[in-house]
């Protein structure tokens, strides 16, 4: 584990998204995911990403 947050990869990101998907923390992951997308250079994986982990505060939103 590395200790500078900027030598934290986009996979390291998405890693992060996955555990707090799995703890029932949605903000924390799509935040993490957030960062992934915009560390990913291809815009349709970003955009990817950030399908997989949307804010789920929009999302309530929307529902209601």
């Known amino acids: 584990m590395t200790s500078d947050p900027a030598d934290l990869t ?8 996955r555990e707090m998907t799995a703890a ?3 903000f924390l ?3 993490l ?3 992934a997308a915009q560390r990913t250079t291809d815009p349709a994986h970003a955009a990817g ?3 997989t982990f949307p804010d789920p505060t ?3 939103k929307e529902n209601d």
């Open 10 to 17: 986009a996979a390291d990101y998405l890693d992060g998204a």
């Open 24 to 26: 029932n923390r949605p």
């Open 29 to 31: 992951a799509h935040l």
């Open 33 to 35: 995911a957030e960062e």
């Open 49 to 51: 990403i950030r399908a």
């Open 58 to 60: 929009t999302a309530r």
